[in-house]
């Protein structure tokens, strides 16, 4: 058994999200490109002789909604890694990613848990089964443990890495309450009733990712989702015209929102937008991509 260990994992973007329509398990088939971001969730997990899971939320996420005691992904992350279905450990998480923002937080939080709860327990879990197991747990949970920028197929849980030695500033915005991932998707479905089978590849990305130019990327990005979420939140299309006249080479909706993320020419250029957007949204971040996928930030 190791000593305390605390394991760091970023949320992901979505600079393609193409969707089809449902499959027979009610799930869509997708086809994306994730890219992770610099905004973290913290988990430590630490010996002990029951189980627990503690979080602890930023001081922009006070007030968001939490799963209850025992509901957490964190709690199904510990009774399927602990060889004897009964696990034993202290896990707190720090949270800084947006809650059901559609930045896959509970994706970051899950793979932290995995890799922090396999050192801790000593048990060596190879890389083909901690995939396995992240894409039982959720489908972008295998992103999060992979991190940098990836091409994501099936239902988003079937990752293959992506060379890309760009590096894009956002800015990132949250809003104050979440959005149901369930219920973006079912208003995706009302609005687009005749969505092909097979969802849109991401050629776009793909080219733009190549040349590692946010002004080529910025054109190419693309979220199927965004149109529902609109929908669904309406004050959200005004940001991204407001980020988008600030200077934001381009604003779009993160996965199935309602943060919006706007990717910016430069650093400098990022901050004037956070700037510009905290004035009628409580928080702006600044984060760039890619970053790497959940690792080992200490051991105590
Ligand atoms: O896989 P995950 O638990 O993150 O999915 C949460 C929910 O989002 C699913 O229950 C489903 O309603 C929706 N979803 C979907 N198609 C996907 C991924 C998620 O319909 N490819």
């Given at each position: ?52 899971v503690?979080?602890r ?11 209850e ?8 992350v ?24 559609g ?5 970051a ?30 489908s ?5 443990l992979?991190?940098?920028?990836a091409?994501g ?9 992506l060379?890309?030695?760009g ?19 079912r ?30 990327l ?35 909706v ?25 004035s ?16 080992i930030?200490?051991?105590?």
């Open positions: 058994m190791s000593a305390a260990v605390t394991v760091r994992a970023a949320a992901k973007i979505n600079l393609h999200l193409g969707v089809g329509a449902p499959r027979e398990d009610g799930f869509h088939p997708l086809d994306t490109v994730y890219q992770a971001v610099g905004l973290y969730d913290d988990v430590t997990a630490d010996r002990a002789h029951g189980w627990s503690e979080t939320l930023a001081n922009y996420l006070q007030g968001a909604f939490l799963p005691a025992g509901a957490n992904i964190v709690d199904a510990g009774r399927r890694m602990a060889p004897d279905g009964d696990p034993k450990a202290q896990v707190e998480i720090r949270k800084s990613i947006p809650i059901a923002g930045m896959a937080g509970g994706s939080d899950a793979a932290a848990a995995m890799v922090a709860l396999d050192r801790l327990w000593g048990l060596h879990t190879s890389d083909e089964e901690m995939l396995a197991i992240a894409a039982e747990l959720g972008d949970v295998p992103f999060a992979l991190g940098g920028s091409h197929g099936g239902r988003g849980e079937l990752v293959t890495p060379v890309d030695n590096d894009y500033a956002w800015v990132v915005v949250p809003d104050e309450t979440g959005l149901s991932t369930p219920a973006v998707y208003h995706f479905d009302k609005l687009c009733p005749d969505a092909p089978a097979v969802p849109p590849p991401p050629h776009g990305v793909l080219e733009a990712l190549s040349y590692g130019d946010p002004g080529r910025a054109v190419a990005l693309h979220n199927d989702l965004e149109e529902a979420a609109v929908d669904l939140r309406p004050s959200l299309g005004a940001l991204l015209e407001r980020g988008e006249s600030e200077g934001a080479l381009r604003g779009m993160s996965g199935s929102g309602p943060t919006c993320v706007f990717l910016c020419e430069s650093t400098d250029a990022a901050q004037h937008v956070a700037a510009a957007l905290e009628v949204r409580r928080v702006a971040l600044v984060a760039h991509g890619p970053v790497a996928g959940a690792h930030a200490e051991v105590m």
